[in-house]
Structures are given as structure tokens and as C-alpha cells.
């Protein structure tokens, strides 16, 4: 049999009775999932699994499901920012970049391409007409088959992509567990006990972002900033009159210990980009203060590999940016903070 990447689109179809246009039907999915089982993939814990989600084509309709109900011969969708779900044999793609490096330890991300590979034996990094699971795409955007899933998907990823390790449930992550909480690095329950600043960029109701500050602030002691528009900001100052407003061109023009001066107050940041956010909390880390950065996770931004320990909050995120935060809190209120935090002290 041909290697995957030496495949004609035509030779995929007919290997793999699908419908290109279509993708696979209901009733195949069904048998499929009977007769290969789940796509458990061994380099996520069985809560990341459930978490991250792909985008497919079954019965010429776009689906999103959980990648372990992903089967072979699934037509699958990449964007910016998502993980391949699968090992794919591409057959659209456009400007389409992964990073690899899991793999092949190239520095910059493969540019990829559609083109099959009329060769029997060719290195990982040279098969551009292939995304493997566990990857991320850096940049544009494609479609592919899945020819390998589960313990059949190219190994070579599994050794480094998720930070969760095997390890006894601590008090701290047993409340996180109850709460809906995954855990994505086992050291987060640890570290929530050293933190004292809190950034919040996700959206907040005005009340609950005055709960917050009433259970974590006041109650806890916690400095809480929140990541606003400049209308809100000013709306809520009218409630907390102390509270000191810093916008982004105040940011980028200061050095770090005006930085440091400023945030004592501090309770809203406005019309700030992320690198005057990346600016803000390098700064305070330097000076030893321990920060929990909570988001959406829907843009790309490098403050949550960056903070001390970073939150996902919702269902939105970016795959790329679930893999590099330390809790994951998809179907948790918003004001999930407050819990997690509670007792701490």
C-alpha cells in the first residue's frame, strides 16, 4: 500500500469510502467508532479530551465535536490557533503554517501543501502534504482526511504536549475538580496559594465584576484588574472612586518603575494592547509578585504562557492557548475565580 502523503485525492476517497464533499455519514461513524474505538489521544488527560473540540464534515454539514469521537476518514477543518486532531493527509489548504516542533524540532512552523509525495520513503519534515496530531497551526487555514487516529497517530508529539502528569489529588485540586476545573499542570493547585494579582480580560458584567473585587480583594487581600473599555472603566469608578485607571498609552510610555508605582491602585487597565499587557505583568513578575491571568483564550496573546499561572474561562478558546494554560474552566460561571480562590489565605 501507498504511504499516506503519496495518495491522490481520488486513491484517499476510494481507501476510506468517503464522499469529499460530503464527508462520512451518521451510520459510518457509528460503525467506524465500533470498529477502531475512540481517538484516545495518550498525550492528554481524559478532561483535555473532553475539552478540545475539531471541526468536521459529516453528512455535508460542519460539526463541532470532542476529538475522541473522531474517526479515520473524517474530513477535518484547521484554523489559525487549532491542534490537529489526528494525523491528516491535507487536501486544501490555504497559507497553511504548523508548528512541528514537537516532531521534528524545526524552529520556524512547515509551510504546508496539497501536493502528494511520489516517494517511498520520505522524512517526517519533508511530508508537507501531512499535519500530525498534536501539532498546532500558526497561521491560514485547511481541510484533511484522517488516516491515523489513537494509538496508530505519529508518536513522536506524545513525549512533550501536555503538562498533566499522574499525581495524588491534593485538597486545593480535589476543589478545583468539584468545580469544574481541569487541570492542565499539576503544580497550579500549589501555585494558586502564592498569588497576589489577579488580571481578568474576559468579559464580566459590571455587578460581577464588583463581586469579584468584594471576595477577592477585600475579602482575600488579592489586588484585582480588570481588562476594559475606557466607557466601562469610568462607569465603574463611579461605584469605587478610589480606583485608579491605566490605559495603554500610559503603558507603553513608562519604564518599569513608574509601571510598578501605578498598579498599586490600579483596578482597570484600558485600550491597552497585548504587548502593553505582556509589559505590564513581566514587570510586576520581576519585582516578585505572583499573578493568575484569566481569559477567554479566543486571541492569541503570550501572557498566558507567561504569568505565573494562567486560567482559561469559557468555551471559546483557541487550542493553542488551552495547551499553554494551567486551568481550564469551560462550563464554569464567570465569576469562578472567586471560588477558586476562596480560602486561600
Not at 106 to 130: G, H, R, W, Y
Request: proline share 3%; hydrophobic share 40%; net charge positive.
Amino acid at each position: 500500500m501507498k504511504a499516506w502523503y503519496a495518495m491522490t485525492d481520488k486513491e484517499l476517497a476510494n481507501f476510506f469510502d468517503v464522499d469529499m464533499s460530503k464527508g462520512l455519514s451518521g451510520q459510518s461513524v457509528i460503525a467506524r467508532l465500533d470498529k477502531f474505538g475512540l481517538n484516545n489521544d495518550p498525550s492528554l488527560s481524559h478532561e483535555m479530551q473532553e475539552i478540545y473540540k475539531a471541526w468536521v464534515k459529516r453528512d455535508g454539514r460542519i460539526e463541532c465535536i470532542a476529538i475522541k469521537y473522531i474517526v479515520p476518514g473524517d474530513i477535518v477543518l484547521l484554523d489559525t490557533g487549532s491542534r490537529v486532531p489526528a494525523d491528516l493527509r491535507l487536501l486544501h489548504v490555504h497559507q497553511l503554517g504548523i508548528d512541528q516542533s514537537l516532531i521534528t524540532g524545526e524552529a520556524l512552523p512547515a509551510t504546508k501543501s496539497t501536493f502528494a509525495i511520489d516517494n517511498s520513503q520520505v522524512p517526517i519534515e519533508k511530508q508537507n502534504c501531512m499535519a500530525f496530531a498534536g501539532t498546532y497551526v500558526t497561521r491560514g487555514s485547511g481541510w484533511g482526511i484522517v488516516v491515523n487516529h489513537a494509538d496508530k497517530m505519529q508518536k513522536s508529539y506524545q513525549k512533550a504536549d501536555s503538562k498533566t502528569k499522574k499525581n495524588p489529588l491534593n485538597l486545593t485540586a480535589n476543589r478545583l475538580k468539584r468545580l469544574g476545573i481541569a487541570i492542565n499542570n499539576k503544580n497550579a493547585p500549589k501555585l494558586l496559594n502564592d498569588i497576589d494579582f489577579v488580571y481578568i480580560d474576559y468579559f464580566l458584567r459590571s455587578e460581577d465584576m464588583l463581586e469579584v473585587i468584594r471576595k477577592v480583594q477585600l475579602g482575600l487581600g488579592i489586588n484585582c484588574v480588570f481588562m476594559v473599555s475606557e466607557d466601562i472603566a469610568l462607569n465603574l469608578k463611579k461605584e469605587l472612586p478610589s480606583a485608579q485607571i491605566y490605559c495603554g498609552k500610559e503603558i507603553a510610555n513608562h519604564v518599569p518603575k513608574q509601571i510598578l508605582s501605578v498598579m498599586v491602585d490600579t483596578q482597570f487597565i484600558s485600550n491597552a494592547n497585548y504587548i502593553d499587557i505582556l509589559k505590564v505583568v513581566s514587570t510586576l513578575q520581576q519585582h516578585g509578585s505572583k499573578i493568575l491571568w484569566l481569559s477567554d483564550g479566543k486571541n492569541s496573546s503570550q501572557v498566558v504562557g507567561v504569568a505565573t499561572l494562567s486560567m482559561i474561562v469559557g468555551s471559546i478558546a483557541r487550542d493553542d492557548n488551552l495547551n499553554k494554560a494551567d486551568l481550564i474552566a469551560v462550563n464554569s460561571r464567570p465569576i469562578v475565580v472567586a471560588s477558586i480562590l476562596h480560602n486561600k489565605k
